[in-house]
Structure formats: structure tokens, C-alpha cells
């Protein structure tokens, strides 16, 4: 089984391209639009003066935009006819699918007029969605953010600039637009890109099944260049952001439906190429049907297995690029402790706090394909794990294959995955987020098996990221209002994968 190298660190030295400059990223970390902008004489298509907008956009303006979401009049704050005439949804949802050549999970969502489908890198943590534009954008609803105006105080702006080519989606007015920094989070490439406005339109949902297309006006993304898009699975164009942000698609989809609808969204990740699982949005039952019996359903909202925990905020921003004093748009938990065969390990418990500089503590992470640790974690979490998986089978250690240092004979399987010591996550008030071998381990043949968990190296920014493979048929609902996350553990408990949502 061949596997991506996906060893990444956050202190990484990637070359990020702005205008034809290339700067390592743990430069940009802290730094201001004002600081990255392009040379004047790289011959792009943006001019070279930037100006910083307004922070704070007229009080009239701000209320136009924000009840236009809502699709309600701006003078009286109601609805307008068409949207009386229209049912609210309380639920939205997405197929979320994984490419196995490069351990991504991608998505389509249909973008403009007429309508096209696009797909995307799902970035549980990314600050807005980003698209390519440089090619074959084309929509008559198709709107840029002018400089000064609600959308670009809304996406917080880094600045403004004017388009020097032919106008089109990307670069389209001679007048000044304000621009975002897309980010590439799987190279962590960053890159300037228009602030853009268009249709958007996902299927509603009861909780069981797909129903029909709602639509939203003037949802903001970013235009990026196809520079951008580089390390991704086969078609995509760009990446989904989910993240804690006025412009993130959940906080985005609740403004636009008004106060019926949460602003909370789920993700169940599937664990087998070729299948679809789903990314809810709003409030609605999770109801999947079982592996070997369609007819059985479950709704997951209701299991008494699901488990709670605080979600934090890092004060200091973890994007490649961002503004000083800006918040990381990441979901981070706290982890007080890790079991390996349900017993605690040593670790340097100041590394599971966030520190002034926002180092430490524990994030969640769709990009990342395996969980990183920092390289003291790491050693003890392998340290145990050898201990109590070695000592107590016929199993034994085998020749690693990259990225992985840790691989075994696994030759013993159970309905949870192959047979091997369980690990947990403990969060606050002694909540367990417990591992078993289905998302511990990674098949490289039908008897060998690797350790899913990489070292980070010793001074990562972030301690502890919990991988996308580690959240494989698990569902997490992430409820923005309440800085809450629910977890189900695997659904391999009640006999369910996330591929069995009926699409």
C-alpha cells in the first residue's frame, strides 16, 4: 500500500508566493497584509498600493448586507415575499468523500449562476473557503468586495488593492476591492485573493436523507490563483472552511437562515475510498442505517455513549498569514491526559496549555491525515504502546514505511479493528475519548500494521493534532453558540460507518 509522505511541521519552512516573492511562513506568522504585499514590478495582475479599509463599516451599510443574508427587507427587518413564500431549512448537509492517494476528504458544493459544482479540500479549522478563479469561473451572480464595505469588514479584510488585467472573477474592477489571504493548509502555501460574493446551494435535510436545494446569495469566499492549488486530491479547487469565523461556511449558512437555524454543523468522516459520509449543518437528527441491515436506523443525536467537552479558542492566530492580535479560527480542546491500555502516561503537562505565544495545548484537524504529537508525547505514547501490545501477543515489531516509525504484525481482528492496546484522549471532568484499533492503526497489508500517530518534532506550535484518521466514523458536532463539541466515539460500536448515511 503505497502512502503519501505527510510529515508536516507547523514550524515549517514551505516557500509561500505572494506576487512573485517567496518568504518562509513562520515569517508571516504575526505579520500584516501591509507586510506581504507584491512588487510593484512583478508583472501580476494586481497594482502595488494597498490600503488598509475601514475596520468598522457604516452603520446603514453593515445592516443592508447582514438582513440581506436573510434574505429580509432592509427598511422594515421582515421578510421579503419570496422568502415567506419559501420553507426555512433547519438542516443542511454536504457528502464529504476520501481520496486515498493523498489521505484528503473532499467535498462539492455548487457555486454561482448557473449553477457548477465544485470540489473541495474539507479544512475543519480554515478561516473562509477559497476557490481557483484563474480558470473557467463563470457566473452572472458573481459579485467582488469593494474596499470599505460590510463583506470586507465582515471576512476582516487584509487590505485593498486594483485589478491591472482584463476585469474577470478574481481581478475584476479597476476600482479598489479588498483581498483576503487564502491558505493552502496542507503545503501551507498563502497567496492574495479577491474577496468574492456569490450563490452558493446545498440540499436540505430531516436527518435521514438528502431533500431539496436552498440556496444563499452573496456567500463570501476568496478567489485564489491556481498557484494555490497544488498537493491536492485530483479536481480540487479549492478548500471548504469551516472554521470559527464570521465568514466560515456554518456562521455563515445560520446568518443566512435566520435564528432557526443553529449555528452548529457535524462531521462524519468515512473510513473506505469510494463512499460518501456528511457533513451536517444547523440541528437535525444524525440517523444512520447499519452495515449488514439497511433497514435498522439509529439517529447518533440520541446515543447515550455521546460525550462532551469544552471547545477553547487560541488567542494567537495559527494561519500561515494573519493579522497581530487575531484569533486562531482552529477548534482546540483541552487534554489533561492520554491512556495507553487504559493507563496514563507521563507527559509535560505544559504542553497541553496554550501558552501567551499560542504554543501548546490540542487541536482538531481534517487536514491533517494522522494524529501529530510533540516528540515527548510521542515517545511515551510509542514507549507504552510497545510495552503493552508486545508483552502480551505473539505480535511483533516490523520494518517501518513512511511516514510511520512504528509498524506491527496485526494479525488478530475484532469488530473495532485489529486487536491491538486501546488509547484515549482525557479531557476536562475526566470525559474519555477512547481509541481502538480501527482508527489507532493503519493497514499497509492484510497483517501489517502502523502506528496512525506522527512525531511533531519537539517545538511544534501546537502539541498535540488530533488527525483525520483518528476521526474516521466518529461524528463531532461542533456547536459554535455554545463552544461545545459531542463525540461518539467510533459508531463501530453500534454497528454503523459513516458511509451509511442513505444519500
Not at 446515543?303 to 492566530?317: C, F, G, H, M, Q
Not at 486487536?419 to 482508527?439: R, S, T
Amino acid at each position: 500500500m503505497a502512502l503519501p509522505n505527510t510529515t508536516r511541521s507547523e514550524e515549517r519552512s514551505e516557500r509561500n508566493e505572494f506576487f512573485g516573492q517567496s518568504m518562509p511562513a513562520t515569517t508571516l506568522r504575526g505579520k500584516t497584509a501591509m507586510d506581504l504585499r507584491g512588487n510593484e514590478n512583478d508583472g501580476g495582475e494586481w497594482g502595488e498600493r494597498f490600503v488598509f479599509p475601514p475596520r468598522v463599516p457604516a452603520m446603514a451599510e453593515s445592516i443592508r448586507f447582514l438582513t440581506s443574508l436573510r434574505n429580509m427587507d432592509p427598511k422594515t427587518g421582515s421578510e421579503t415575499d419570496a422568502q415567506k413564500s419559501a420553507s426555512k431549512p433547519k438542516a443542511l448537509l454536504l457528502p464529504v468523500s476520501k481520496d486515498p492517494s493523498t489521505v484528503q476528504y473532499i467535498t462539492r458544493l455548487n457555486f454561482g449562476t448557473p449553477s457548477v459544482p465544485k470540489t473541495l479540500v474539507v479544512d475543519l479549522g480554515g478561516r473562509y473557503t477559497w476557490i481557483d478563479c484563474a480558470k473557467g469561473y463563470k457566473s452572472s451572480t458573481y459579485k467582488p468586495g469593494i474596499c470599505g464595505s460590510a463583506p470586507c469588514s465582515l471576512a476582516e479584510s487584509d487590505g485593498c488593492n486594483k485589478c491591472l488585467s482584463a476585469p474577470k472573477p478574481g481581478c475584476t474592477t479597476k476600482n479598489s476591492t479588498c483581498v483576503l489571504n487564502p491558505e493552502n493548509t496542507v503545503t501551507g502555501h498563502v497567496d492574495f485573493g479577491e474577496l468574492a460574493m456569490d450563490k452558493i446551494s446545498l440540499q436540505s435535510t430531516d436527518g435521514s436523507k438528502p431533500g431539496p436545494l436552498n440556496s444563499v446569495s452573496d456567500f463570501i469566499f476568496s478567489c485564489a490563483t491556481d498557484m494555490l492549488v497544488i498537493d491536492f486530491a485530483r479536481g480540487a479547487k479549492g478548500m471548504l472552511g469551516l472554521g470559527r469565523n464570521p465568514v466560515g461556511l456554518p456562521t455563515q449558512l445560520a446568518s443566512a437562515f435566520g435564528g432557526g437555524f443553529a449555528r452548529k454543523f457535524a462531521i462524519c468522516l468515512p473510513s473506505k475510498p469510494k463512499t460518501n459520509g456528511v457533513i451536517f449543518f444547523g440541528d437535525s437528527p444524525y440517523i444512520f442505517h447499519q452495515i449488514d441491515n439497511k433497514s435498522m436506523t439509529i439517529d447518533v443525536s440520541l446515543l447515550p455513549r455521546l460525550a462532551y467537552t469544552k471547545l477553547y479558542i487560541n488567542p494567537v492566530s495559527t494561519a500561515g498569514a494573519s493579522r497581530k492580535g487575531e484569533q486562531s479560527t482552529e477548534y482546540f480542546v483541552r487534554v489533561n491526559s492520554i491512556l495507553v491500555d487504559r493507563k496514563p502516561i507521563r507527559i509535560n503537562s505544559t504542553l497541553l496549555s496554550i501558552n501567551n505565544k499560542g504554543f501548546g495545548g490540542t487541536k482538531i484537524s481534517t487536514v491533517s491525515p494522522y494524529t501529530v504529537l510533540e516528540s515527548s508525547i510521542y515517545n511515551a505514547v510509542v514507549k507504552a504502546f510497545d510495552e503493552a501490545f508486545l508483552a502480551n501477543s505473539d505480535e511483533s515489531r516490523v520494518k517501518p514505511v513512511k511516514p510511520f516509525k512504528d509498524c506491527y504484525t496485526a494479525t488478530v481482528r475484532t469488530p473495532l479493528g485489529v486487536a491491538v492496546p486501546d488509547l484515549a484522549f482525557v479531557f476536562e471532568n475526566n470525559v474519555k475519548w477512547d481509541i481502538y484499533g480501527a482508527n489507532s492503526m493503519v493497514e499497509i497489508s492484510r497483517d501489517v500494521h502502523c502506528l496512525g500517530f506522527l512525531d511533531g518534532g519537539s517545538n511544534p506550535m501546537t502539541s498535540i493534532v488530533i488527525g483525520a484518521h483518528q476521526l474516521e466514523d466518529n461524528l463531532l458536532q461542533f456547536d459554535l453558540a455554545a463552544s461545545k463539541l459531542a463525540f461518539t466515539e467510533t459508531l463501530l460500536w453500534e454497528g454503523i460507518e459513516c458511509s451509511n448515511f442513505k444519500f
